[in-house]
């Protein structure tokens, strides 16, 4: 039987171990767990279940994003698998989640294979563009694109700078040498860690043309948009699910708040919702958009 210095000491490397996102040392302190006789139960809510709870204080920092958390599961896991099968209390059940496949993985172990896929996206992106060149000709294109994957609540701005950047960059270059110049492009999610970047792709040789039309998550405060991206329009940003689950006071007070940040956009403004509009919106909920822009919608 373990003192209870060693009982802490072997506690603290499975917490360790979680949090650093490695396996091997997980499983050899879930090992020695049980070699040393500590109860399986005690590690798992002390060590594992503890150093979690950790994990998530990072995430909400911006410090882990997707991918470590990826990581810490698999850690997870792997002490569970062996500790789990020695826990002896009645009603314990520890069920494993799938939280995302394995691209996730990919960006920290196999980052190779991200360049691969994002390169296939890319060129089966601009395959349907030379099609839609083909059939209604460059000049009459307006060519939207969405970001959902690169939102900080799933990568870190250096994955991005890494794993996105460059292929923003040689889309326009492409796009431009097609011949197509009106663009709209919806930054998904929570981006205000992305927005620097992406400023200085607008302002260089590489970017899209402007004005071009941006379109914003109720994420991302639109004083901020508009800050960053001068020369384009700025779209947004109601929350989606106040307008389908709020009131309509509710919706055209977001409005109200939208319009009075949106006037003051150099570039101009859309007021639109933060993403697609919910197909199960109640219609007077929608319609206090058209109300907001009515009432309130107008230059002085």
Known sequence: MASEERTQELIKGLYNAAVAMDEEAAVEFSKAVLEEGVDAYHAVMNGLTAA??????????????????????????????????????????????????????????????CDRLVRMALEHTLNVLQYWIDTFGAEKLLYYMSSPSEANQIISPRHFQEYALPYHKEFHQRRRAMGVNK????????QNLNLPHLAELASSANGWPHPSILSFGH??????????????????????????????????????????????????????????MPPRAPAYNVWMLTKAVNDLGWYD
């Open 52 to 113: 979690m709870d950790k994990v998530g204080e990072l995430y909400v920092k911006q410090e882990y994003f997707v991918p470590e958390l990826l990581l810490c599961s698999d850690a997870l896991y792997a002490g569970l698998d062996i500790l789990q099968p020695h826990i002896k209390i009645e009603g314990i059940q520890v069920k494993r989640q799938i939280v995302l496949g394995v691209v996730g993985r990919w960006l920290l172990r196999k980052p190779e294979l």
């Open 219 to 276: 994420e991302v405060d639109l004083n901020n948009a508009a800050k960053y991206f001068p020369d384009d329009i700025i779209m947004g940003n109601i929350e989606p699910a106040v307008i389908q689950t709020g009131t309509p006071q509710q919706v055209y007070e977001l409005c109200r708040i939208a319009i009075e940040k949106g006037k003051r956009s150099a570039g101009g403004f859309i007021l639109a919702p933060g993403c697609g």
């Open 183 to 190: 663009f709209y492009f919806h930054i998904c999610g929570e």
